[in-house]
């Protein structure tokens, strides 16, 4: 096919455009260069990402575009870079986010716009280095090298309560990953090995297995994040600023789910078994009781990083339920996730950089003033209510069904998390949307500009393409998550 | 015979004191300029005998009835000994020269120390062994008062003199009583002797406690850590960089090679002292930091912390130990050169920075040096993808090696609890606005501009190429 290292090529995309804009020197004039040099940074990667789609082979289950050189020489670790199926609609998730938030902070970044696109581009390569590598140590050095990127988003550019949010964040998801750093060393003693790849499969004893998996979930649970451990979600969601809470929600959830599927499922099988029941509980408490919270919300911004955590509830449900449809659903649940929720964030975004409140109770009648603006909101919302023909519904339906196989309490449980979703989304709608406009400032409101209309638009009819052309997503992927399932099921059923 | 006779002069530490007291008369007998000057040959001599120990000439005929000892372990903690004393020396020239105390002693007694190190890690004799370090401690000792106008530093001098001179006196103990159990001074015998032996007795065991606790005193290893952040707060602030990187890079070779080698067999006994120590500094160091706002003291307790690292290593005591424990000590010295240039070279309204909220707004006034500082802070937490990562996880890798899973679970949450003093001054350089415009200025000599920019580059890019480093430790034996 192609001789040139494509992933690498765009794993290190972005760094090279902060190259760029590190020698561009900051002032009143320059700061546009600094912008457009991001953005046309991001698009490449994200063009470059689309050809990753259209060579992708459907019918091969194993890693493609693999490159692998020795990096390490006294330990097995290597550069090791690849996608499969789960892999590879995550990267374009993220290359597809980027620009956007690129784009969306175009006027509202008023200061150190330098330090602000430097952060997104190496943001961009960490996430997307993250989902593709195969080596472990080289998806752990991704994985916190994250964290920097979105510490310095928050505390720099965030909202009030901005340096609380950043270290809650920092600290909290910190304390998980290092105890993933021993179980990756743990996994290195026990095989030698530090490929995913290889590792794929039962290697472990059972014993073993449980204190790999708890080590992992550790960090994944934190990340994803699933009940109790989403408590710093939404004060990073709050203070970050629009386009770091569109990261956060878009891709960086996205790291957990990924983790699940690519180590407890596929490395811990005999573990993720026996722990399945203590995750369908989590994901149910989480789901009817962080859409509760999410009901009795008056921030906007609060009400849907709550919803994140009920909507990341169904995807754990479906990826430890480990059947073909749940699984699917799982992923095709992250990838709806990631643009609802990153497009809600805009949308949020759009009336916050207007009238700096986001308190819910400050709008009314918003539909009067600012109709294009009103129906890309409700479809977005529609997308994460689940209604048929967006993708959330897709997602939702897949994992519903997965879910009957298994037991109906888990079913009851999911489905009440999309029942509340359609209550605490419509009574938002209901509230900042219609009825008639009781504050004054609410008078002068202009509705979309172009640039917004510029980045709503392709989120729109990406949630309508996944909803209308589920297909199209799911048969990359289902090869390669079939081969876990055939796993996990011949090691538990022995 | 003429030919040994100047081999003998290519053994690195006799050349070195030779050229200690070289330094001494040539400062002497200068009338301007002696502590520039002095301290330029200090440097090239430095440089000149680590080049020596570098080449390694076969000097077996000066080793003196085995009082001294080669190996490549011992000659790569005696490389970064010579590089850091001589880093020291550039990052702080000017600092030295600001304050109005450049004496020409000093380069001069930053060589006696380290000559006392050379020789304290190449040691093979308990008597050797004391004499080194005593020879080490005095030339600190005077260091620490330098500055004779402060009294702070006065303070820091007697306070060190005190602790330092008992410690001295609790390892001598513990040496005459180990003389006094086995008999023999030497290394070597002393392991044979202790190899006869099934159970040790009461003496060695009381001997060799002693001996640990003296070493705990010289790395400031918790509980004996008292006196670090008060000396490192005293001293003038190019001191405390010596302080802060050489005398514990050979204290930590010299407590490797105390253990692994004369009580090797008894790993069982000491390796319950060093898991306490570990542990305790890596807790006390992370937790004792959250409260403080002098940045000096800030890294006597982040100094602390790491030492509680290295010890991980040793308490695992297996075929990575060494390795990890020479990659920790060489990022260690790394990044406490380069956060030191940065701290000796910045002014704020013409004063140097003594607190952590002096760093509010560098940020703005001065982007590239906040970028190196926040750079060097992310490294000491030890995050991916810059050095201190690769110290961590080496250590890690060591201490699961020997199933050590309680302590690695333990230096993790310590190292959580670290990146928050860490991050918080990330937070203070880039996160708090300051209502003030204050300037900064950052005065740097071209040579330490050199070696920063060097610093900084290895720290950040160590991640593409980790196998220069990996490789030179990964042969490293103690014997």
Redesign the interface.
């Known amino acids: 096919m192609i001789s040139w290292p494509l992933l690498s090529v765009i794993i290190f995309l972005p760094l090279f455009g902060a190259l760029i804009i590190l020698l561009i020197k900051e002032d009143e004039n320059t700061s546009s260069n600094i912008r457009w040099a991001a953005l046309w940074t991001s698009l490449g990667v994200f063009f470059l990402s689309l050809l990753l789609w259209v060579q992708f082979d459907y019918s091969n289950s194993t890693y493609q575009f693999e490159e692998k050189f020795k990096?390490?020489?006294?330990?097995n670790i290597y550069y090791h870079v690849g996608i499969d199926g789960i892999s590879l609609f995550m990267i374009i998730l993220s290359t597809f986010l980027t620009p956007l938030c690129i784009l969306s902070s175009w006027r509202c970044i008023k200061f150190r716009v330098k330090e602000y696109m430097l952060a997104f581009l190496f943001l961009e390569t960490f996430m997307i280095g993250m989902f593709a590598s195969i080596d472990i140590?080289l998806f752990?050095?991704?994985f916190?090298?994250v964290?920097?990127p979105m510490?310095?988003i928050i505390?720099?550019w965030g909202g009030e309560r901005?340096?609380y949010a950043?270290?809650k964040f920092?600290?909290y998801t910190?304390?998980g990953s290092?105890?993933m750093?021993?179980a990756i060393?743990?996994i290195?003693?026990l095989t030698g090995l530090m490929s995913i790849e290889l590792l794929q499969g039962n290697y472990f004893q059972k014993n073993t297995q449980i204190f790999l998996w708890i080590a992992f979930f550790a960090s994944f649970a934190v990340k994803i994040p699933m009940w109790p451990f989403h408590t710093w979600l939404p004060d990073a969601h709050v203070e970050a600023p629009t386009a770091g809470s569109v990261i956060l929600a878009g891709v960086l959830l996205k790291m957990g789910g990924y983790g699940f599927i690519r180590f407890s499922l596929g490395m811990l099988p005999e573990a993720s078994a026996y722990f399945m029941p203590l995750i369908m509980t989590l994901s149910i408490i989480a789901i009817i009781y962080t859409s509760l919270v999410a009901l009795a919300q008056t921030d906007i911004k609060k009400l849907i990083a709550y919803s994140s955590v009920a909507h990341m509830g169904i995807v754990t449900i479906g990826i430890f339920l480990v059947n073909q449809q749940a699984l699917e659903g799982a992923m095709i649940q992250m990838i709806s996730h990631g643009i609802v929720s990153a497009a809600l964030f805009l949308c949020v975004g759009v009336i916050y950089d207007r009238m700096h409140s986001r308190e819910i109770s400050f709008y009314s009648g918003l539909v009067n003033k600012m109709p294009i603006y009103s129906t890309v909101f409700m479809i977005v919302l529609l997308g994460s209510v689940g209604l048929p023909g967006t993708s959330g519904f897709i997602g939702e339906f897949l994992v519903i069904v997965g879910a009957f196989k298994y037991s109906s309490i888990v079913v009851i449980g999911a489905a009440s998390g999309i029942l509340l979703s359609a209550v605490y989304m419509l009574y938002l709608y209901k509230r900042v949307f219609f009825g008639i406009i009781n504050n004054e400032k609410l008078n002068s409101i202009l509705d979309l500009s172009i640039r917004e209309k510029i980045i709503l638009i392709p989120l729109v009819l990406a949630v309508l393409l996944i909803g209308l052309l589920p297909n199209l997503f799911i048969e990359p992927m289902s090869r390669s998550l079939e081969l876990i399932i055939i796993n996990y099921e011949i090691v538990n059923a022995k | 015979m003429l030919n040994n006779f100047f081999s003998i002069l290519l053994v690195p530490e006799i050349c070195l004191s030779i050229f200690c007291i070289a330094n001494l008369l040539y400062g002497l007998f200068l009338k301007k300029n002696s502590f520039r000057k002095t301290s330029n040959f200090a440097i090239i001599i430095l440089l000149f005998v680590s080049i020596l120990i570098f080449v390694g000439f076969k000097t077996d005929l000066a080793f003196f009835d085995l009082f001294f000892k080669s190996s490549n372990f011992i000659r790569f903690f005696k490389i970064l000994v010579c590089l850091g004393a001589a880093s020291v020396l550039i990052i702080s020239k000017n600092y030295f020269i600001d304050l109005k105390i450049s004496k020409f002693e000093i380069p001069t007694l930053i060589l006696f120390a380290t000559l006392g190190m050379l020789i304290m890690i190449g040691a093979n004799n308990l008597m050797i062994m004391y004499l080194s370090i005593e020879l080490q401690s005095l030339s600190l000792y005077v260091l620490a008062s330098i500055n004779k106008n402060s009294i702070y530093s006065a303070e820091s001098g007697v306070k060190y003199f005190i602790l330092g001179a008992l410690s001295s006196g609790i390892l001598l103990y513990g040496f005459s009583l180990v003389y006094g159990f086995t008999g023999t001074t030497s290394f070597e015998e002393i392991k044979i002797v202790l190899s006869q032996q099934t159970d040790l007795s009461l003496g060695i065991i009381f001997g060799l406690v002693f001996i640990l606790v003296g070493l705990a005193f010289k790395i400031s290893a918790v509980p004996f850590h008292m006196w670090t952040p008060d000396i490192y707060e005293g001293a003038p602030t190019s001191v405390t960089a010596f302080f802060a990187i050489v005398p514990k890079i050979s204290a930590v070779a010299l407590i490797f090679r105390l253990c692994l080698e004369p009580f090797e067999n008894f790993s069982n006994e000491w390796s319950q002292i060093i898991f306490f120590l570990s542990i305790s500094s890596m807790f006390l160091g992370s937790i004792a930091a959250i409260a403080q706002s002098s940045l000096k003291r800030l890294l006597a307790y982040s100094s602390i912390g790491h030492i509680g690292y290295v010890l991980i290593a040793l308490v695992a005591n297996n075929d990575q130990s060494i390795k990890s424990a020479s990659i920790y000590m060489f990022i260690y010295m790394i990044m406490n050169i380069s956060i030191f240039a940065i701290l000796l070279s910045l002014k704020k309204s013409n004063m140097y920075l003594e607190k952590i909220s002096d760093l509010v707004g560098i940020s703005k006034s001065n982007p590239i040096t906040s970028l190196c500082l926040a750079i060097i802070m992310f490294s000491m937490a030890g995050l991916p993808p810059f050095i201190g990562f690769f110290g961590k996880f080496y250590i890690f890798i060591a201490a699961i090696e020997s199933e050590l899973y309680f302590l690695s679970i333990m230096g993790v949450l310590a190292s959580v609890i670290a990146a928050y003093y860490y991050l918080r001054i990330i937070k203070v350089m880039y996160f708090d606005v300051s209502e003030k415009n204050e300037s900064f200025d950052f005065v740097i000599s071209f040579h330490s501009k050199i070696l920063l920019l060097v610093l900084i580059l290895i720290i950040t890019f160590f991640i593409i190429y980790p196998s220069l480093l990996i490789n030179y430790t990964s042969i490293l034996r103690i014997t």
């Open positions: 990096w390490f020489e006294d330990i140590l752990y050095i991704f916190e090298a964290l920097i510490y310095i505390g720099i901005r340096i950043s270290f920092f600290l910190l304390l290092v105890l750093l021993i060393i743990v290195y003693k």
